[in-house]
């Protein structure tokens, strides 16, 4: 189901950079028995926090929203994907989704892999039939190592992704 990747593109400007993130670890908690994957691509952008207090009464990172553009396998830019999270293709399709499970990356220091429920949102095209995203082999996008010191202070954190589209 869940094919090995023998690099992740990583967008620098207008060109892509190959690095190569070799896992073989399979997401056994996020699996899905009853689906057939339809599209996988690979995310190159950021996680985006703000400096908020907490209910402590101190200052920390909250997670607000990710920025990212998803490649196919010949490097072709496809779908933009940020708040809900949402993914929009080129075509107009978009949908939003909503995390059902979650584990942690194979890579130390970086955000979690998500099974997340999809929901059409958009036009009919590439993403209407989605009915779950994977996201996995996450490097990066944990929060700033900055100090957050100002409230609504706005920090990021670069991420890369395999997601996974399943009908």
């Known amino acids: 189901m869940i094919r090995r990747s023998h690099g ?16 073989s670890a399979r997401a056994e908690s996020i699996d899905l028995p009853d689906a057939r994957a339809f599209l996988s691509a690979t995310a190159s952008g950021v996680q985006i926090y703000a ?34 999270p949402s993914w929009e293709a080129r ?24 099974l997340l429920r999809a ?3 958009g036009a009919q095209g590439l993403l209407a039939s989605a009915r779950y995203v994977q996201r996995v082999k996450t490097v990066g996008g944990v929060k700033p190592t ?3 010191t100002v409230q609504h202070q706005p920090g990021s954190s670069p991420y890369i992704a395999t997601y996974l589209f399943y009908r």
């Open 91 to 114: 075509d107009g399709s978009r949908i939003e989704g909503d995390i059902i499970a979650q584990k942690p990356s194979d890579m130390p220091g970086s955000v979690p892999q998500l």
């Open 8 to 23: 992740t593109p990583i967008a620098i400007g207008a060109g892509l950079i190959w690095a190569v993130i070799g896992s």
């Open 51 to 84: 400096c908020e207090y907490g209910s402590d009464h101190a200052l920390g990172w909250v997670f607000r929203q990710p920025r990212a553009t998803l490649y196919d396998a010949n490097g072709a830019a496809v779908i933009a994907h940020s708040t809900g």
């Open 119 to 121: 929901r059409s949102t």
């Open 146 to 148: 900055a100090p957050c």
